[in-house]
């Protein structure tokens, strides 16, 4: 399976907990999508956030409705947290985001490795379509942090590495 990577990073000048307190509420998932993805959390009631907890939510991928499931494999407030997907429309999936105390704030890491069933389709698709819009999405997230945290984005980065085996 050929694998595909997007990392990115922001500074903010705020407080590690508070930080990781908007991160890691699942209803903020919103704010931080773009609109035009339809983005809506399927699962009822109050999540509480823990390693093995399960988000059900609801997106459009090329204007179509797509079910996407995520599990929380690894929750280490509030330091880091990964979620995977249990269900959508790649075939891997896995999110690291990582969140270190700087003297200026906190520094903010995403960390995105995903593969695209279909072969040789996939890479294709991938090439004339996801990656562009990985990168939009992570595009808009970082203007969203830049302005949900006192618009004052120390510093950002993007980095999309061609991919590799896994």
Not at 37 to 50: D, H, K, Q, R, Y
Request: aromatic share 12%; proline share 7%.
């Amino acid at each position: 399976m050929k694998t595909f990577s997007l990392k990115t990073q922001e500074v903010v000048p705020v407080p590690l907990e508070e930080v990781f307190a908007f991160f890691s509420n699942p209803e903020n998932l919103r704010e931080l999508t773009p609109v035009n993805l339809g983005f809506s959390i399927l699962t009822p009631g109050n999540i509480v956030m823990a390693c093995g907890a399960v988000i059900d939510y609801r997106i459009r991928v090329g204007g179509f409705p797509v079910r996407w499931r995520t599990v929380i494999s690894e929750y280490d407030p509030p330091r880091r947290f990964v979620d995977v997907q249990g269900r959508g429309p790649y075939s891997y999936w896995k999110h690291t985001h990582t969140f270190t105390a700087l003297p200026e704030g906190t520094l903010i890491e995403d960390d995105v490795e995903y593969a695209l069933p279909l072969g040789i389709f996939g890479q294709i698709v991938r090439h004339l379509f996801v990656r562009r819009q990985l990168e939009k999405i992570f595009s808009f997230r970082s203007q969203t942090i830049h302005r949900l945290f006192s618009g004052k984005v120390v510093s950002s980065r993007t980095k999309i590495p061609a991919g590799s085996e896994a």
